[in-house]
């Protein structure tokens, strides 16, 4: 416990008191303690309407707090003091309820910086919501392109696939035989297709003169290309 100091203001039992000097080699100090001995004097103690009321009729209603400031005076200067001697670990630097208002005050600033804390953290969270939603929304953006694109996708390949059948058609039709006059004999697609080539290819160079061309004759020689023709139409 620290030195007490003579002549400073301590408490005892809440009430000031003002140690004068330490009693020899013992725990106590001399005190001088002020009190009010005016504790508990009101005006209305004094004030016969206040004490009779309207019982009588006599003394009608009314307060005496014209009075009030007088007595306020009084009972102020109305003190007077007295010596005790006091235990050294009885005098107190403040009065009881001083700790436990410290306490609630220490209380109430942790209160305070643990609502801080919680409105930080708060604000931290709302903005995390408020980041997590424009994501959201992103990838919501990201979700329905993706969904035209596999519609396209989609009937990219259903077209794909009806021109593959179509394709696949063709070559079927082309590796396919073809009855000649309802007969027993037949051709197959492929050969007729290059026939018609051919065909077509000497029309345009007989368009185009080729019969007056150089070694045309001496090309074509003496072959019977007409008996020919037959001769494998024959043997279909």
């Known amino acids: 416990m620290e030195k007490i100091e003579i002549g400073k203001i301590y408490y005892y039992n809440n009430r ?25 004097f009101d005006a ?3 004030c016969t309407a206040c004490l009779i009321g309207d019982m009588d009729g006599a003394h009608p209603k009314h307060t005496c707090y014209e009075y009030d400031d007088v007595i306020e005076e009084i009972k102020g200067n109305a003190q007077d003091e007295d010596i005790l001697f006091i235990p050294e670990r009885m005098l107190n630097k403040h009065p009881f ?10 209380q109430l600033q942790k209160n305070k910086a643990e609502v801080e804390r919680l409105s930080q953290q708060s604000k931290e969270k709302v903005s995390g ?8 929304h992103s990838l919501d953006l990201i979700r329905e392109q993706a969904e035209r694109d596999a519609e396209l996708v989609k009937t990219r390949v259903l077209t794909l696939t009806k021109e593959e059948v179509e394709i ?8 396919s ?21 051919v065909d077509e290819r000497m029309e345009s160079l007989k ?10 004759g001496e090309s074509l020689g003496n072959t019977d290309y007409e008996s020919c023709a037959l001769e494998r139409l024959i043997n279909l």
């Open 129 to 136: 919501i408020n980041s997590m939603q424009e994501q959201i």
């Open 44 to 46: 209305s103690n004094f």
């Open 207 to 216: 368009t185009g003169g080729v019969d007056n061309w150089e070694w045309y």
């Open 97 to 106: 309820e001083y700790l436990p208002n410290e306490k609630l005050k220490e």
């Open 168 to 175: 696949s058609a063709r070559i079927a039709a082309i590796n």
């Open 16 to 40: 000031e008191v003002i140690p004068i000097e330490k009693q020899g080699d013992t725990e106590f100090y001399k005190c001088v303690v002020k009190f009010n001995i005016a504790v508990g």
């Open 177 to 197: 035989n073809v009855i000649i006059d309802s007969s027993n004999k037949s051709i197959s697609a492929k050969e007729l297709l290059r026939l018609f080539e």
